[in-house]
C-alpha cells in the first residue's frame, strides 16, 4: 500500500498564491501516476492535476490550467502543488492521490486512483 499525507492547506485572499505539499511512503514500486484532487461541499469529487512520476508528463484540469502547478521532489518523497491566482471557486478540500498499480493512463480522473491522503482544505476569501 501507498501512504499520503498532505499540508500546507489554509485560509488565503482572493489572487494569493499557495503551495500544497504530500509526503509519501510504503509500496510505492509499482506506482507510477499521482495527483491532486478536491471536493467542495456538495459538489462532486474534481480532477486538478496528474504526473506521471517516471517521466514527468503532467496533465491538467480546465479550470487551473495555466495557475497551477504539479511537481515532484524524489529525493524528498514529495509532491508538490503550486496554487497562484486564487479565486473563492477554487476553495475545497485538496486531496493527494495514487494509482498503487502500473499504469499507461495518467489523466486527472479519480476513478483511476487508489491510494488516498486524508486531504488539507484550502479556503480563497475576498
Known amino acids: 500500500t501507498v501512504q499520503l499525507v498532505e499540508s500546507g492547506g489554509g485560509s488565503v485572499q482572493v489572487g494569493s498564491s499557495l503551495r500544497l505539499s504530500c509526503t509519501v511512503s510504503?509500496?510505492?514500486?509499482?506506482?507510477?501516476?499521482m495527483g491532486w484532487f478536491r471536493q467542495a461541499p456538495g459538489k462532486e469529487r474534481e480532477g486538478v492535476a496528474t504526473?506521471?512520476?517516471?517521466?514527468?508528463?503532467?496533465y491538467y484540469g480546465d479550470s487551473v490550467k495555466g495557475r497551477f502547478t504539479i511537481s515532484q521532489d524524489s529525493a524528498k518523497n514529495t509532491l508538490y502543488l503550486e496554487m497562484n491566482s486564487l479565486k473563492p471557486e477554487d476553495s475545497a478540500t485538496y486531496y493527494c492521490?495514487?494509482?498503487?498499480?502500473?499504469?499507461?493512463?495518467?489523466?486527472?480522473?479519480?476513478?483511476?486512483?487508489?491510494?488516498w491522503g486524508q486531504g488539507t482544505q484550502v479556503t480563497v476569501f475576498s
Open positions: 504526473i506521471f512520476t517516471d517521466r514527468g508528463s503532467t
Open positions: 510504503g509500496d510505492t514500486d509499482r506506482s507510477n501516476c
Open positions: 492521490a495514487a494509482d498503487s498499480s502500473w499504469s499507461d493512463f495518467c489523466a486527472p480522473e479519480a476513478s483511476l486512483m487508489d491510494s
